[in-house]
């Protein structure tokens, strides 16, 4: 059997291809660039190249064939691009979802089999499997890797059936201090190289100076939002009613689309409204104009774009007077306006139920796929990393409903929400 490794440069790359190689597999390397804009990088111009280089001494030492491909037009227009719009929503992406869907298991794919690829090899720390069901057709698993510090199942959450059954993750049953041994033993060029961070194929960067390059930087302002308002806010009062009797033992069947909808729908913080008033000030009296006090909130400062902000975010707000930290908990991209609040735990940034629209809904087992009216009960995570949280899946003709059993801190639209069983099989996903 052909294999095409998919070789970053990186170390976990590099050992897959030399077990695939030290397997007895047909074993050819493959570099794709897919950025080369620098705007907003964090590291060197030419780190790409650095990594080719790195990719290519690694494919001599194990001794296998080394091919280049330049796929930044597909990744600009499938990933990235994507990637603006979802931002100039207020929607927060997860690039590196769409990469392995759109790029690595697509247009990747189609690159290694025109060089004679049966299959397509990734260092994911994840792992695969397949049976035959009852009527004869082949299925695939896709499963947590072993090691629950680099489990990367997330990141493939919106394959489907056909491309995993192109395929193979050969590191998925290792840790990764197992990996690095193999490499140093193996004298293997990558053996020390660190791991990458940020957007897949671009790097780490400053996240506003690079969503400048499409996104206009605004003035707007940044509003903290009081533990008053939820007290005086009717939409607050029904949600968290409505979960009480959840826990007290309401019956999820007797709830109504339309109030699963509410349940599900956050916040935004549209009805505080502040007024203003003119004063005098200083010596001369000049004529100013101010915001008047609100009893539900307080304009604490400016920001340059709402779009550039993200749910839970801490850093680059430059709000200072608190005690504790202040985290984004809404954006509203009409009015420019950031809503924040004091406190790892404030209640705006705690939400229990989410909703998937149906066009958003991906299941990887097709076969296990929830009809309208089913519930289930699994775990889900909403960030890579993410601890697994209990929670049950509601399929309504509206959406799939995702009602967890404890409060999530920092619910993102935009984000995936990522499903799995008890033995930690990845069965679907959606953006939320």
Request: charged content about 25%; aromatic content about 10%.
């Amino acid at each position: 059997m052909k294999v095409c490794i998919g070789l970053s440069g990186g170390v976990d790359s590099s050992v897959a291809a030399l077990l695939l190689k030290q397997a007895g597999y047909d074993v050819f390397a493959l570099f794709m660039q897919n950025w080369h804009d620098t705007t907003g990088t964090l590291h060197g111009d030419c780190e790409w190249e650095e990594d080719r280089a790195v990719a290519e001494m690694v494919a001599r030492k194990i001794g296998i064939p080394f091919h280049f491909v330049d796929l930044s037009g597909p990744y600009r227009q499938r990933v990235v691009d994507y990637m603006f719009s979802e931002y100039e929503k207020g929607r927060t992406p997860n690039p590196d979802v769409l990469c392995n869907r759109e790029i690595k298991f697509d247009a990747f794919l189609e690159e290694a089999v025109k060089l004679g690829a049966d299959m397509v090899a990734t260092g994911h720390y994840c792992r695969k499997e397949e049976f035959t069901d009852p009527q004869g057709r082949t299925i695939f698993r896709i499963l947590a890797g072993d090691d629950p510090n680099k489990d990367q199942s997330y990141f493939l959450c919106q394959l489907s059936q056909e491309q995993l059954s192109k395929a193979l993750f050969p590191i998925g049953e290792l840790l990764k201090p197992q990996v690095r041994k193999i490499a140093q033993e193996a004298g293997l060029p990558s053996a020390q190289k660190k791991d990458s961070q940020g957007i897949c194929f671009v790097g780490k960067v400053d996240l506003p100076t690079f969503l400048q390059q499409k996104l206009k930087s605004v003035k707007g302002n940044i509003v903290e939002v009081f533990d008053s308002y939820y007290d005086n806010n009717a939409h607050y009062a029904f949600c968290q009613g409505l979960l009480s009797e959840i826990d007290a033992g309401k019956a999820l069947d007797e709830i109504t689309d339309e109030d699963l909808m509410k349940l599900s729908t956050p916040l935004d913080y549209s009805d505080i409204v502040f007024e203003t008033e003119s004063y005098r000030s200083g010596r001369k009296h000049i004529r100013k104009t101010r915001y008047k006090a609100h009893p539900w909130a307080k304009v604490v400062g400016e920001h340059d774009g709402a779009q550039f902000y993200t749910i839970g975010q801490r850093r680059g707000l430059a709000v200072g007077g608190h005690a504790e930290s202040v985290f984004v908990i809404s954006t509203n991209i009409p009015s420019n306006t950031i809503y924040v609040g004091e406190g790892h735990n404030h209640k705006g940034l705690q939400r229990r139920c989410l909703r998937i629209a149906p066009e958003e809904i991906h299941w990887i087992r097709e076969d296990l796929k929830m009809e309208i009216g089913e519930k289930r009960p699994y775990l889900v995570r909403i960030r890579y990393r993410q601890p697994l949280e209990k929670a049950t899946l509601i399929m309504r003709e509206n959406g799939l409903y995702i009602l967890f059993e404890q409060p999530q801190r920092g619910i993102t639209p935009g984000q995936f929400a990522v499903w799995y069983t008890d033995d930690l099989e990845m069965l679907g996903s959606g953006v939320i």
